[in-house]
């Protein structure tokens, strides 16, 4: 019996409305790709690992990590990219995610996120959905100076949820860090695929609706 639920953030709940997207075009001006895991890594490790008061400073290790050479153009206009992300007003819910979530904590879930997150992303959008009403636990990357796929990350908010390996459900969009990470912790896991990006993967849902699927 599941009493807890754990969902990634970016990709699971929220998505930003701007084509191309932010981070995308961020990873392109570098001639990478969002689909890249190691660089990913290296974004989340230089971005998302503490509280990033110097952006340009961010930008500039992460140029570093990537064996790039650094060029203060390239650099002005990374920071300028994510400097608009954090104003934009164009992030949304998934469709259902929000009624799903309500519907969640009137059922007697306790409710949480583990986010790989860029400061001071999820604030704003806490201020803008309420998260913090619903969400019992919230687990961010910058504040805990750990990652996903790291399994401090998990261990945190188990403990925080007062809740067994068991006893919860892991949602997110990332394979490797949302539920191949969790299912190494012992924890089920689920993977919500809102844009359609692993048909091929079982154990999957194409909507947040369709999680009573797997809490039954």
Known sequence: ?????????????????????????????????????SYLKALEKNLMLEKCEDIAG?????????????DEKLVKELTGILENMR????????????????ILKDK????????????PDFESLDMKYGLKS??????????????????KIFKIALKRLGSGNSET????????DDVIAAE???IDSLLLDNENKHPEFDRRITSIS???????
């Not at 970016?10 to 990478?32: C, E, M, Q, S, V």
């Not at 961010?58 to 650094?70: C, F, G, H, P, Q």
């Not at 619903?134 to 790291?150: A, Q």
């Not at 369709?210 to 039954?216: E, T, V």
């Open 1 to 37: 019996m599941k009493k807890a639920i754990i969902f990634d953030c970016w990709g699971t709940l929220f998505y930003d409305d701007i084509n191309p997207r932010p981070l995308d075009k961020f990873a392109a001006k570098l001639g990478r790709t969002m689909k890249d895991y």
């Open 58 to 70: 961010a930008v500039r290790n992460l140029i570093s990590d990537l064996d790039i050479e650094t």
């Open 87 to 102: 104003k934009s007003d164009k992030i949304r819910p998934y469709p259902k995610t929000l009624e799903t979530l309500k």
């Open 108 to 119: 007697g879930f306790r409710l949480g996120i583990i986010s790989n997150a860029i400061y």
């Open 134 to 151: 619903l969400f019992d636990v919230i687990v961010l990357s910058y504040e805990e100076g750990v990652i996903k796929p790291d399994p």
């Open 169 to 176: 459900l892991m949602v997110g969009d990332n394979l490797k």
């Open 184 to 186: 190494e912790q012992g």
């Open 210 to 216: 369709r999680i009573f699927d797997y809490l039954r």
